[in-house]
């Protein structure tokens, strides 16, 4: 089975080929650790974990880096504005180190509670400084480089095909942006290291060959990437806002460094964009974290679910409403595998498995496609909303699905203490409602609404499935 991805440097969709047979390296741009994540970032995130086990089903080995960024992301992504962790530090009084490993901390348990895998290298920018500022030499001694007066700079006229992931044209850049020329060459000219203000003293800096100071955002993510991967490695994943900036100045100085291509397939996860109904009262500003939504008592696997429902190139519209309707089809579906009999223990005999039943083929295979978890989750809500397929098999499906969606399907904790005993005739109408509502009869629904009301039963209906519950 082929697995296809949307290369941003090609605008297309093309089959993945690794560099080595077998294996895939992936790196994916981590945190500013500052202040918490919000849910668009942990969308971010969620990609490159489905991408990842994909990779496993299909029968890779994976090496997945996610770095942390503690120094040198400044408030404007681009040279201008002041560190954000310095700023953070600042604020807060409290040493930036402190602050750092706070939002570290919290991130990695924001990873684990929406199920997203934790790789096991995370490698800081700080604990890599002699690996960024080697890079830097290398770049000097080929000439890309030059100094201002707060920095040394990378010469993007040097390299040619400058831009060329963001489709950049110079000429255009050249006239039409605001970027604050300073000392710079050319407009799109970014630091590689920034030395200390003359005036005051950083938190964060370090003695180099151009003096005490510190490294620029964008060579981290080169040098720790090649660290980890090697100079040219197979996968790079990141939100599409690191698109003309950060991705393309990591392509310029790595390939400008090696002289080797840098990455093979780019990939980028769309934002997550808030909704009307989301707004949320002055106090809170407009933060929304995955704790805020825990403290509204979803669970983290419903907003998991909602945003796997949602492909990862769209963009995503927020609103509680949503989310309420992923926790609903998330609940129906742990019912329907727990009717079906599944119980956490078939999890690992059916991930042991080795050959794969045709409906576990299927749903790999909209994986396959551009990570299209929409897909798969239709195909799973398909095969176990069907009479017709036998319930084992129901189960072995489900237990496949979890292995990638990670979705907690087989954690029935939070249905209702007794099993549902739904009757066939029941489940019966329940398929023929929701076929009515489908079909926009909402005349039909509402009588079928009242006959499984007076069975005592109750149907909440989500985005692309429905639960039953007991008439209380
Ligand atoms: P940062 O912590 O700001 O470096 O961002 C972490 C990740 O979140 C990056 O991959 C960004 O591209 C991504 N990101 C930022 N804002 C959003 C958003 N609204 N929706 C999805 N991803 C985002
Ligand atoms: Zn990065």
């Given amino acids: 089975m082929e697995l296809t991805l949307y290369n941003t440097l090609t605008r297309r969709k093309e089959v993945f080929a690794p560099l080595q047979p077998g294996h895939a390296g992936i790196y994916t741009c981590g945190p500013t650790v500052y202040a918490e994540a919000h849910i668009g970032n942990l969308r971010s995130y969620v990609f490159p974990d489905i991408l990842k086990k994909t990779l496993r089903r299909l029968g890779f080995q994976v090496r997945h880096?996610?770095?942390?960024?503690?120094?040198g992301h400044l408030t404007s992504d681009a040279d201008e504005g002041e560190d954000k962790l310095e700023?953070?530090?600042?604020?807060?009084?409290?040493?930036?180190w402190d602050i750092a490993e706070e939002f570290t901390r919290l991130y990695l348990r924001d990873l684990e509670r929406m199920n997203i895998e934790v790789p096991p290298d995370m490698p800081r920018a700080t604990g890599h400084i002699p690996e960024q500022i080697a890079m830097i030499q290398d770049l000097e001694?080929?000439?890309?480089?030059?100094s201002t007066a707060d920095g040394i700079y990378f010469d993007t006229a040097r390299l040619p095909d400058y831009g060329k992931l963001a489709r950049l044209r110079a000429e255009g850049l050249q006239e039409g942006s605001r970027v604050e020329m300073g000392d710079k060459r050319n407009k799109t000219d970014f630091a590689l290291w920034k030395f200390s203000p003359p005036d005051s003293k950083r938190q964060m800096e370090w003695d180099s060959p151009w003096g005490r100071g510190f490294p620029g955002w964008h060579i981290e993510c080169s040098a720790m990437s090649m660290k980890y991967l090697g100079q040219t490695f197979d996968i790079h994943t990141g939100g599409t806002d690191h698109i003309p900036?950060?991705?393309?100045?990591?392509?310029?100085?790595s390939e400008a460094a090696t002289g080797q291509p840098f990455v093979r397939y780019w990939l980028h996860g769309e934002h997550l964009v808030l909704g009307e109904s989301s707004r949320m009262g002055k106090s809170e500003g407009n933060f929304i974290g995955l704790q805020?939504?825990?403290?509204?008592?979803?669970e983290p696997a419903a907003y998991r679910y909602l945003v796997l429902n949602n492909h990862y190139r769209k963009f995503l519209t927020f609103t509680f409403e949503a989310l309420k309707a992923a926790d609903t089809a998330l609940t129906g579906l742990r019912?329907?595998?727990?009717?079906?009999?599944?119980?956490?223990?078939d999890l690992r005999e059916a991930?042991?498995?080795?050959?794969?039943?045709?409906?576990?083929?299927?749903?790999?295979?909209?994986?396959?496609d551009d990570l299209n978890t929409p897909k798969a989750l239709a195909t799973l809500w398909t095969a176990l909303r069907d009479s017709q397929v036998a319930p084992e098999e129901k189960v072995s499906l489900a237990a496949f699905a979890e292995g990638v969606l990670s979705l907690g399907l087989f954690d029935f904790s939070r249905l209702e203490a007794a099993p549902l005993e739904v009757p066939g005739e029941v489940r019966a109408l329940a398929e023929k409602r929701w076929a009515a509502r489908q079909a926009r009869d909402f005349k039909q629904a509402d009588e079928l609404r009242d006959e499984l009301a007076a069975r005592g039963f109750a149907m909440r209906d989500g985005k692309?499935?429905?639960?039953?519950?007991?008439?209380d």
Avoid at 141 to 146: A, L, M, R
Avoid at 335 to 345: Q, T
Avoid at 464 to 471: I, N, S
């Fill in 335 to 345: 019912r329907l595998i727990a009717e079906a009999g599944g119980a956490p223990g």
């Fill in 292 to 298: 805020t939504l825990v403290d509204k008592g979803y």
């Fill in 65 to 71: 880096v996610i770095n942390i960024t503690d120094v």
């Fill in 245 to 253: 900036v950060h991705h393309t100045n990591e392509i310029a100085q």
């Fill in 87 to 96: 700023l953070a530090a600042r604020r807060s009084s409290r040493s930036i």
């Fill in 464 to 471: 692309d499935g429905y639960e039953l519950t007991a008439l």
């Fill in 351 to 368: 991930e042991s498995r080795k050959s794969m039943t045709p409906l576990q083929e299927k749903l790999l295979e909209d994986l396959a």
């Fill in 141 to 146: 001694k080929s000439g890309f480089t030059y």
